[in-house]
């Protein structure tokens, strides 16, 4: 089975959508290391949902109200 990845050109269109200044830019090796940071937080956002829902004794299935409760500490721990 292969590795989940985001695409470093998928970061950088999302850097570029939010950058004010339009001659702003990223280097390679940065976009592959937020890339890796993207993804390490979304599953690390999954992975605390799925025991939240564990712990209340619900199913395995996630959604976004699950997200919603282990938000404000996920953002306070990254």
Do not use: H, Y
């Not at 999302?14 to 090796?29: A, H, L, Q, Y």
Request: charge should be negative; glycine fraction near 4%.
């Amino acid at each position: 089975m292969s590795e989940t990845k985001i695409k470093p050109e998928t970061v950088e269109a999302i850097f570029k959508r939010v950058w004010e200044r339009s001659n702003t830019s990223i280097r390679g090796d940065a976009l592959e290391l937020s890339a890796d940071f993207l993804l390490l937080f979304a599953k690390e956002a999954l992975d605390r949902a799925k025991t939240k829902r564990a712990e209340s004794g619900g199913d395995k299935q996630v959604d976004e109200s699950d997200l919603e409760k282990i938000l404000a500490q996920l953002l306070l721990d990254f």
